[in-house]
């Protein structure tokens, strides 16, 4: 049996300069509209959450980086549970 996905590329930008849930506000509206639109695939860039360059991918996020990284990193796992 096929089964049709339709996927979506989408590309907006982060929120930057705010405590971080902007961005995963702004991903999440964003996957709630495309959804509404029949998606059932959405992809964003790959350095979108947390924005680059935040952190070296060599090491642990630190500082700024962590205090977004971990802001974000609890709304969106949620949403895409």
């Not at 495309?34 to 996020?61: C, H, M, N």
């Amino acid at each position: 049996m096929s089964r049709i996905v339709r996927a979506a590329a989408i590309q907006i930008s982060p929120v930057l300069g705010d405590d971080g849930l902007g961005t995963a506000r702004k991903v999440c509206q964003a996957i709630r509209d495309a959804a509404e639109k029949g998606v059932t695939l959405a992809v964003f860039p790959e350095t979108f959450v947390p924005y680059y360059p935040i952190f070296p991918l060599s090491s642990q996020p630190s500082g700024l980086g962590a205090s977004i990284w971990n802001s974000m990193s609890a709304p969106l796992s949620s949403q895409a549970r």
